[in-house]
């Protein structure tokens, strides 16, 4: 089955520092990757949607200069978190579809997920 | 617009059901149902599209009422391993048979299963 990959699995940074999070798709193409962001005991909190080529999409109250989008090819996405402070810290989930359009029965397929601590 | 899951926990005996529902106020395109461990990504269950489709694998069930926009998760008898917090996931229909391709995901509901 679709493989999605998401490196690292954790990472502990100071605060101010930024820390670049890659997700990748093993053995399918996928034009739009999405990011989710998971608070403790809660609900995965679409950020942005990543579009291979062009701009990325960003929910409403994600700030897109701090969180940097850059899908350079249709196997690679990477979110940059820019001058982390404690308060980002979470769980960050990317998801790619095995087929992006045009067939919307296919399943969203998760990376393992980067715990971000900031301290 | 978040769908709503409902209930946001439930604790069962081995070997016995549990029903999760997940409502949306918009026309939904499809419903895919995840459970996700503690710490781990979240796992693919199934995907329910819209014309009123049921399906299961094994002991675990859904199904989609598109008059309702809701969707139901059955887990029959449930096992040990079924515990983990469970989210349905609303692709919603921007236009007939067009889907808008990313998944709005429910608070999820919390599913313990003790021996």
């Known amino acids: 089955g679709a493989v999605v990959s998401q490196h690292p699995s954790w990472v502990i940074c100071k605060s101010g520092t930024s820390v670049k999070i890659e997700c990748r798709s093993l053995?399918?193409?996928?034009?739009?990757m999405f990011w989710y962001r998971q608070f403790p005991k809660q609900s995965l909190m679409l950020m942005a949607t990543?579009?291979?080529?062009?701009?990325?999409?960003?929910e409403q109250g994600v700030e897109k200069d701090k969180f940097l989008i850059n899908h350079a090819s249709l196997t690679l996405s990477t979110l940059t978190v820019t001058s982390a402070h404690p308060e980002d810290s979470s769980f960050y989930i990317c998801?790619?579809?095995?087929?992006?359009?045009?067939?919307?029965?296919?399943?969203?397929?998760f990376g393992n997920g980067t715990r971000l601590t900031v301290t | 617009q978040q769908p709503v899951q409902s209930p946001q926990a439930v604790i069962l005996r081995e070997g016995e059901d549990a029903v999760i529902n997940c409502s949306s106020s918009?026309?939904?395109?499809?419903v895919h149902w995840y459970r996700q461990k503690h710490g781990e990504a979240p796992v693919f269950l199934m995907i329910?599209?819209?014309?009123?489709e049921q399906k299961g694998h094994e002991k675990i069930s859904a199904s989609f009422n598109e008059k309702k926009q809701q969707s139901s998760l059955y887990l029959t008898a449930s096992q040990l391993s079924y515990s983990g917090t469970y989210f349905c996931?609303?692709?919603?229909?921007?236009?007939?048979?067009?889907?808008?391709?990313?998944?709005?995901f429910g608070g999820g509901t919390r599913l313990m299963v003790k021996p």
């Open positions: 998801s790619a579809r095995e087929v992006d359009r045009g067939a919307y029965n296919s399943p969203l397929h």
């Open positions: 053995d399918f193409q996928a034009t739009t």
């Open positions: 329910l599209l819209k014309g009123g």
């Open positions: 996931g609303t692709e919603i229909e921007l236009s007939p048979n067009n889907a808008g391709n990313m998944l709005t």
């Open positions: 990543s579009n291979e080529g062009s701009k990325a999409t960003y």
């Open positions: 918009k026309a939904l395109y499809s």
